[in-house]
């Protein structure tokens, strides 16, 4: 509507415009050539000491009346001495009440013109002079019906014109309307289904323009909700699943105690065992979760400068004991220069899990070998274990939560599915990135951080 608002607009301005600007220049046009031709009868009279009939129809005759319809003469009193009609219209002897006299006859030239759809009616007077004293005046007037018929066809052809827009202007506006309507129907069709839970959806619009362009970044962020609530949903079944288990053993040997009479205290105690194992297996799982919660709502610290080094040694240190229980071995190589922007707890964590890691995989006699270095502005740890290992196809899920590559051994070896991928987005929130690979020889997986090494201003 506010398109065709501004196409009638510019159609009353186009029949409206021109038009008026046609009648001034008209006007104009009569005005300077009325001028000239009272100009011309007023000089003939001008040699004469008082009008009459006689002295101004003598010097009048043979006088062409230079495209006038009507040429009329006045004395001093405004009575007509001369007046080139005939009939009816002839006022010879009498007096002239014309506007244009009466400013003439006070000394001033004059002229009007008007247009009444069929004919331009103009008419212009002067004072006539001898020795500074008004003996008369001189008023002609025209009636000019070819120049209305000129402006009567212009107009004409500006009428059809308009029609002719108005046309092609409601037709395209029904098209586009149609057009623009139909394609935001399918977008708010769309936008309704996946609000309602359909995210497979998609906005089903062609084109190129904003409306299509629209409908491609809505399809893009439907695949992203897709994304996020399949995850959401496998994060749910996962995080059930992993709860229950723990809670599962804890019911069922409590339901053993309890249904089991004169239990020996071995047998209690061993059960009693298995249960706080299983509650701080619960424990782990619970406090992993809060933490993932915490990195997806990016409720995160204020990073400060942090020195590596350090927080390798501690994490190396209080692995020392597991490490040796195992048979297997445990070294790291620090570099000094190693700072990074982020929190102790971060740095710790991903060392953490990674060295945990690398010793709950890796057999008897085995080894973890932890790296840290510089490169150029980047702090590089690898972490180094010779393991298991992980398969193949098995590389590009290793960080998905819950997810394991032997869910059994996994298990028995105390693992939650959740430290590498707590890991990652720890990583991530600081800036850096976490890849894995195979070791180059021999059996075994490699983990390698890489954070930006802190400014010196930093």
């Known amino acids: 509507m506010s398109y065709i608002a501004i196409i009638a607009a510019v159609l009353v301005l186009l029949n409206t415009y021109p038009l008026l600007v046609s009648q001034n220049l008209v006007f104009r046009s009569k005005e300077s050539s009325m001028a000239g031709s009272v100009k011309v009868v007023e000089s003939s009279l001008s040699g004469l000491q008082k009008l009459t009939e006689e002295n101004v129809l003598q010097a009048l005759n043979g006088l062409e009346n230079s495209g006038v319809s009507c040429v009329v003469v006045t004395d001093s009193t405004g009575q007509v001495l001369y007046d080139t009609r005939e ?50 005046a001189v ?61 497979s959806h998609r906005a089903a619009v062609k084109g190129s323009d904003e409306i299509a362009q629209i409908a491609t970044e809505f399809n893009s962020l439907t695949d992203r909700l897709q994304t996020t609530e399949n995850a959401r949903r496998r994060f749910v079944s996962d995080a059930s699943h992993e709860l229950k288990t723990p809670l599962s053993g804890i019911r069922l040997l409590t339901d053993s105690i309890l249904q089991t009479e004169n239990m020996d205290a071995a047998t209690t105690r061993e059960f009693v065992q298995d249960i706080g194992q299983e509650a701080e297996r619960l424990s782990r799982i619970t406090e992993n979760l809060l933490r993932l919660t915490r990195l997806d709502s990016e409720a995160v610290e204020e990073p400060y400068p942090v020195a590596v080094s350090p927080v390798l040694e501690r994490a190396v240190r209080m692995l020392t004991m597991v490490a040796r229980e195992k048979e297997i ?3 790291y190589e620090t570099d000094a220069r190693a700072v990074v922007l982020a929190t102790e707890d971060d740095i710790h964590q991903v060392i953490y899990n990674l060295v945990e890691n690398g010793i709950k995989y890796s057999g008897a006699m085995g080894f973890v070998h ?54 990652q987005d720890t990583v991530r929130q600081r800036g850096g990135i976490i890849t894995v690979g195979h070791r180059r020889a021999g059996s075994g997986t490699v983990f390698t951080v890489r954070l930006p090494l802190a400014k010196a201003e930093e």
């Open 87 to 136: 009939g009816d219209n002839n006022i010879r002897g009498e007096y002239a009440s014309y506007d244009e006299i009466t400013q003439a006859l006070q000394g001033n030239d004059a002229f009007s013109c008007s247009y009444d759809s069929t004919a331009f009616f103009s008419r212009g007077a002067a004072p006539v002079v001898f020795r500074s004293q008004i003996i008369g």
């Open 139 to 199: 008023y002609a007037c025209e009636y000019d019906t070819i120049q209305a018929k000129l402006l009567q066809s212009f107009q004409g052809n500006l009428a059809r014109l308009s029609v002719l827009v108005a046309v092609l202007v409601a037709v395209l506006s029904v098209l586009l309307s149609r057009m623009f309507t139909g394609q935001i129907s399918e977008l708010l069709q769309a936008i309704r289904k996946v609000r309602e839970g359909a995210y």
């Open 329 to 331: 071995s445990l070294s």
């Open 370 to 423: 932890a790296n840290l270095h510089v490169e150029d502005d980047t702090v590089i740890l690898d972490v180094e274990d010779n393991g298991i290992g992980i398969p193949d196809e098995d590389m590009e899920h290793i960080f998905e939560r819950f997810y394991r590559v032997d869910k059994m051994r996994s298990r028995s070896v105390g693992g939650t599915g959740l430290g590498l991928s707590i890991v």
